[in-house]
Structure formats: C-alpha cells, structure tokens
C-alpha cells in the first residue's frame, strides 16, 4: 500500500518552454502533497506544499509564477516548470501523505529527472 | 531554523564491516525522525521511522537511534553488504509545521 507515481520519470525541454510534472497516489486519498528538488549530490529541498482544493504553500526563495502547482483531486497533483531554463535542470520527487489514514508520515515518489537544454 | 547535518559525507568500507551513520539536528521539537536510502538516480526508499517518545527502532541488519535531547539519530548497519551501497539520508519532521528538513546525506559504499 501507500503507493506513490511520478510521470514521466524523466524529460528534455528546450529553454523557454513548460513541462508539467504528475504526482498520483495510487491507493490512498492524499490530502497534502510536497514537491521537493534535488541537486546533484545535495539533498531534497522542499519547494512547496498544496493541500486538495486549496492554493500550494510556497518555501521562501521559491517562485511560485515559474513552479505552478495544482492538487485538484485527492489523487494528483501536478508541478508545471513555466519558461524553463537551464538552471531549472533537477531532480524533482513528490511526496503525499495520506489524509484518512492519520499521522504524518509522507510516501514517496520515484522522482522525475528534469534537463533543459 | 531547523538545521539536519549528516556525517561523513562519504564512507567506504569493506564488505562485512559494522558501521555507524549519524544525523545531527538543531531543533528538537521534532514530531519523528526518519531515515531513507536513495539509490542513484532514484527516489526515496524509507528505512526506519522513529517517532519523537520512541529510543529506537529496528528492520533486519538496520538499527536507528534517536537522542531527541541531544539532536542525534545514528543508523547502525550490521555486516555490511554491496548491496547495502546507496545515499543514506536522515530528516526531521518538524513539530510545528509538520515538513520533512533533510539532511545532505552519507554516499555510502560497501566494497566486496
């Protein structure tokens, strides 16, 4: 149980144009989901939370017109990079925890590879 | 701010051998503490889980201690394997808000 998917687990772009990364929760009702970032060889920074229905609480630092997040259901949420740029270039991982169960514990996806060339 | 730092960065040690990995934390208002093994490329496998009244838990060849008073977890890996070669992080879930702050992680490789 407290399966988590990411697609696609890996994308190209060209500078200047959108990708939208997708969260879902396989087999439970996710109520907040977190999007992180990871550098090469740095560890996982979190960028922002969105509950179901509600607007993404976004980390200091982090622009939210370029990252837009959407949780529209309990099953998915998704993360837009607008006008990407090389720097943009990372590892991104979701993670939702599941509102029913209790707890705060947060399942984890397998991460989706971003490079923009 | 809550501050997650692991030591060492980097270890390699012999197939076989006990080690000890360790997390420090700034805030002890933590909620749990947990460890995860990244693997390259991949995301996040959860280890161990320690709640902030718990000592310790325990899976297998993996033993996770929590000094909350202190700010230190270590993870205790028992007879080292290859396999066992991976990125071990630790992170702090924090009592006020309820985020995960990471630590930077120890690349750990386990020479046959």
């Known amino acids: 149980g407290a399966v988590v998917s990411q697609h696609p687990s890996w994308v190209i772009c060209k500078s200047g144009t959108s990708v939208k990364i997708e969260c879902r929760s396989l087999d439970f009702q996710a109520t907040t989901m977190f999007w992180y970032r990871q550098f090469p060889k740095q560890s996982l920074m979190l960028m922002a939370t969105?509950?179901?229905?509600?607007?993404?609480?976004?980390e200091q630092g982090v622009e939210k017109d370029k990252f837009l997040i959407n949780h529209a259901s309990l099953t998915l949420s998704t993360l837009t990079v607008t006008s990407a740029h090389p720097e943009d270039s990372s590892f991104y991982i979701c993670?939702?925890?599941?509102?029913?169960?209790?707890?705060?514990?947060?399942?984890f996806g397998p991460g989706t590879r971003l490079t923009v060339t | 701010k809550q501050e997650v730092t692991q030591i060492p960065a980097a270890l390699s040690v012999p197939e076989g051998e006990n080690l000890v990995l360790n997390c420090s934390f700034t805030d002890s208002a933590i909620y749990n503490l947990q460890w995860f093994r990244q693997d390259p490329g991949k995301g996040l496998t959860s280890l161990l889980l320690i709640q902030s009244s718990q000592r310790e838990q325990t899976s297998g060849r993996l033993n996770a201690s929590l000094d909350k008073s202190s700010g230190r977890s270590t993870l205790y890996i028992a007879a080292s394997q290859p396999g066992d070669s991976a990125t071990y992080l630790c992170a702090a879930l924090m009592d006020s808000s309820y985020k995960l702050i990471f630590g930077s992680g120890t690349r750990l490789l386990v020479r046959p």
């Open positions: 969105s509950n179901e229905g509600s607007k993404a609480t976004y």
């Open positions: 993670s939702a925890r599941d509102g029913l169960a209790g707890g705060y514990e947060q399942y």
